[in-house]
Every structure is written in C-alpha cells, then in structure tokens.
C-alpha cells in the first residue's frame, strides 16, 4: 500500500525556511501569507489493509519522520 506522510511546523513555531520563501515571493510581487515549509515522505508499507498500514505510518512519524513536539503531520494511504 502506498503512503505519503505530509509533516509540516505546528502553528506558533518557528518556520525559517516559510519565513523566508514568503519573503522571497512578496520581493516577486505576489502576496503571500502564512507561508510554512515541510517535507513530503513516500512510503511502500507492506500491510495487509489500510487499517494496519495507517497504523505502522502513525509508528514511523511518531518514532522517527515527525518530532511531534514541534510539528504535526497528515497521512494519505492508496490502496
């Protein structure tokens, strides 16, 4: 099954790199706002239903893709 694991800063941390690309848009005339940077992660997991998959995802963000201190992170799984 393949997953994509979306992790993104939470609300009200820091995001230099957002800081910075929204920044550099406003320079290129467009207007932009609220600009965050993350990492987007494609899995293979190897699991017999999406049930089980959603699960094994949630183990690796919360063991090591995400800090879930600091942001927060949003699975799409296709079959």
Known sequence: MRAIVLVR????ILDPQGAA???????LGFAV?????????????DA???AEA???????????????LIESY???LHG
Do not use: F, Y
Not at 21 to 27: D, F, K, M, Q
Not at 35 to 44: C, H, I, Q, S, T
Not at 54 to 68: F, G, K, S, Y
């Open 48 to 50: 017999a239903d999406e």
């Open 9 to 12: 800063p939470k609300e009200g």
């Open 33 to 45: 706002s609220g600009a965050r940077v993350g990492k987007v992660v494609d899995l293979e997991v």
């Open 54 to 68: 959603r699960t094994q995802v949630e183990q690796m963000c919360e063991r090591l893709l995400a800090n879930p």
């Open 74 to 76: 949003e699975i799409e």
């Open 21 to 27: 690309v929204e920044s550099a848009l406003g320079h």
